[in-house]
């Protein structure tokens, strides 16, 4: 693979994309979609900023899910979304952190990496040590965050914010049958880890599916799958910024 920070357009957030805010404000309002459940909220500006916008002028959603791993980009996010009310922003963990290390530790993509020219990865000398340190920050990992923990106001936040791990599978499980949008941004090792649990719930319901970097280690094999697995259609994709939007339906004669 190839390193990320060599792709022009490399970005951390979702771009701020006409043809991507205009399909998702289309399909928010065709299809009165009033369940929303993101993983990677960041500081909220990015791709939850843009599926909160299109419900602008429309009705509201009943509800509207984005989970951050990180505290500070959690209460960033929480300030950054104020003026859409409806956006529950979540600090936990989208999966498990023991599962998704054990992920990233046999995948085999990572071991194997220079199979796959043409996709991004972060760091190509050591990427399965750079993804697991990643999956592992957040807040009680790193010595400034422990340091936190003396701070009484950070201890009570602890207790009252922190939602846990496994936050993807918990709220699938609790919309399954809400015809969800959902979407997967979170760490680059574990994309196709997150796809895989979408998958697996999702199975015999109608949702849709917003993907970033598409052509990075994070969703390259989730294209893949979707582009040839006839429940899934796709609406629009773009493969210079990497996302792709489809709609997973029933069977696959009712892809419509
Ligand atoms: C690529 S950024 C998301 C960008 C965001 N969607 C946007 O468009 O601005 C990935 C974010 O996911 C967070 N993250 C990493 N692992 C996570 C996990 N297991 N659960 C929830 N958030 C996670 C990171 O802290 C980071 O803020």
Same mark, same amino acid.
């Given at each position: 693979?190839?390193?990320?920070?060599?792709?022009?357009?490399?970005?951390?957030?979702?771009?701020?994309?006409?043809?991507?805010?205009?399909?998702?404000?289309?399909?928010?309002?065709?299809?009165?979609?009033?369940?929303?459940?993101?993983?990677?909220?960041?500081?909220?500006?990015?791709?939850?900023?843009?599926?909160?916008?299109?419900?602008?002028?429309?009705?509201?959603?009943?509800? /509207?899910?984005?989970?951050?791993?990180? +505290?500070? $980009? #959690?209460?960033?996010?929480?300030?950054? !979304?104020? *003026?859409?009310?409806?956006?529950?922003?979540?600090?936990?963990?989208?999966?498990?952190?023991?599962?998704?290390?054990?992920?990233?530790?046999?995948?085999?993509?990572?071991?194997?990496?220079?199979?796959?020219?043409?996709?991004?990865?972060?760091?190509?000398?050591?990427?399965?040590?750079?993804?697991?340190?990643?999956?592992?920050?957040? /807040?009680?990992?790193?010595?400034?965050? +422990?340091? $936190? #923990?003396?701070?009484?106001?950070?201890? !009570?936040? *602890?207790?009252?914010?922190?939602?846990?791990?496994?936050?993807?599978?918990?709220?699938?499980?609790?919309?399954?049958?809400?015809?969800?949008?959902?979407?997967?941004?979170?760490?680059?090792?574990?994309?196709?880890?997150?796809?895989?649990?979408?998958?697996?719930?999702?199975?015999?319901?109608?949702?849709?599916?917003?993907?970033?970097?598409?052509?990075?280690?994070?969703?390259?094999?989730?294209?893949?799958e979707?582009?040839s697995d006839p429940s899934f259609?796709?609406?629009?994709?773009?493969?210079?910024?990497?996302?792709?939007?489809?709609?997973?339906?029933?069977?696959?004669?009712?892809?419509?």
């Amino acid at each position: 693979m190839k390193s990320y920070s060599d792709h022009a357009q490399a970005s951390i957030r979702m771009v701020d994309n006409p043809n991507l805010k205009d399909s998702i404000r289309k399909l928010v309002e065709e299809n009165r979609i009033d369940v929303v459940v993101e993983t990677g909220t960041h500081d909220g500006i990015g791709s939850t900023k843009m599926l909160a916008e299109a419900y602008a002028g429309t009705f509201k959603p009943r509800f /509207f899910y984005t989970c951050e791993l990180s +505290f500070s $980009k #959690y209460k960033k996010a929480c300030k950054n !979304l104020k *003026r859409y009310p409806f956006v529950k922003c979540l600090w936990g963990r989208s999966v498990k952190l023991a599962e998704a290390i054990e992920f990233i530790k046999t995948d085999e993509a990572l071991q194997h990496h220079e199979k796959y020219p043409d996709v991004f990865i972060d760091q190509p000398d050591d990427p399965a040590s750079f993804y697991i340190k990643e999956c592992q920050s957040g /807040f009680f990992s790193r010595k400034k965050a +422990f340091l $936190k #923990y003396l701070d009484p106001r950070y201890s !009570l936040m *602890r207790i009252t914010r922190y939602q846990g791990e496994d936050l993807l599978r918990r709220l699938l499980h609790r919309h399954q049958g809400d015809r969800p949008l959902i979407l997967l941004d979170s760490a680059g090792g574990i994309g196709y880890l997150e796809f895989k649990i979408v998958k697996k719930i999702m199975r015999g319901h109608v949702f849709w599916l917003l993907l970033d970097d598409i052509h990075h280690l994070k969703h390259f094999r989730s294209f893949s799958e979707i582009q040839s697995d006839p429940s899934f259609q796709i609406i629009a994709y773009d493969s210079i910024h990497g996302w792709v939007l489809a709609k997973h339906t029933l069977s696959p004669s009712a892809a419509s």
